[in-house]
């Protein structure tokens, strides 16, 4: 049976490069298409709503919203996946330069990589997330359900571990890559600046205390020696 996926699996792994995270999407730019006193607890609200979609059709929208929640669910620590934004950053991502592959080589030949070999696909990442999810959505209706989206959580979670090893089978896609590529879009969306569509108020640096894109902290040393250093962050947004 393959390992389950959960909260822990996501934010352990993305904490670790979460500085990082805020510049992921550099080539998105310019394109149309741990609660302190500081921080209180989150408390889950229902997300508002996403600003108007790029790519994403509804249904599409739909899928990964639930494949997200699985993701990265709320918590009295956190907000969810999708209430934090996730979907919006990815929408704004597929329909974007590095969605549309402006970075990869695709002249091919395509053999089967090995996992050290990194990304061997055909596609481009929008084409690869437009083709996955009917694929994903079928095995879920050869699996007795109507759809993703409304399967119970636990059983979303199971289905996801099952297409990451494999077990479950998709018609042509490989399923580890496709859930390679989904993981990494989720972690660098809960975590990216707010100017990208995901950590919406940026409550996921508040919830891991990272202080955003703080240029300096000269006036800080002082107040701050010999005890934890507590500030509301900074977006890109603020700096302008």
């Known amino acids: 049976m393959a390992a389950r996926l959960d909260r822990r699996h996501f934010l352990k792994a993305a904490t670790a490069g979460a500085a990082l995270a805020a510049a992921v999407p550099v080539a998105a730019q310019g394109r149309p298409e741990a609660a302190t006193a500081a921080h209180p607890p989150h408390v889950p609200t229902d997300a508002p709503p996403d600003r108007a979609r790029l790519f994403l059709t509804d249904d599409e929208a739909a899928f990964l919203t639930a494949l997200i929640d699985v993701m990265i669910p709320a918590d009295e620590v956190g907000p969810s996946g999708a209430e934090a934004g996730v ?13 549309n592959g402006a970075r990869m080589y695709l002249g091919g030949p395509w053999g089967e990589g090995t996992p050290q070999q990194g990304y061997q696909l055909p ?14 959505e079928k095995a879920t209706r050869d699996a007795g359900a109507a759809s993703f989206a409304e399967m119970p959580a636990d059983k979303r979670n199971d289905f996801l571990a099952g297409v990451e090893a494999g077990d479950i089978g998709l018609a042509t896609l490989p399923g580890r890559v496709i859930m390679s590529v989904l993981q990494s879009m989720v972690v660098e969306g809960y975590f990216a600046d707010p100017a990208y569509g995901g950590n919406r108020d940026m409550a996921a640096w508040r919830m891991i205390g990272f202080p955003g894109a703080r240029g300096a902290y000269v006036d800080d040393i002082e107040a701050s020696r010999g005890k934890p250093f507590q500030t509301d962050p900074v977006s890109l947004a603020d700096l302008q």
Do not use: C, S
């Open 123 to 136: 596609l481009t990442p929008a084409q690869l997330v437009r083709a996955a999810i009917p694929e994903m």
């Open 87 to 99: 979907v919006a950053y990815m929408d704004g991502q597929l329909a974007g330069a590095w969605g």
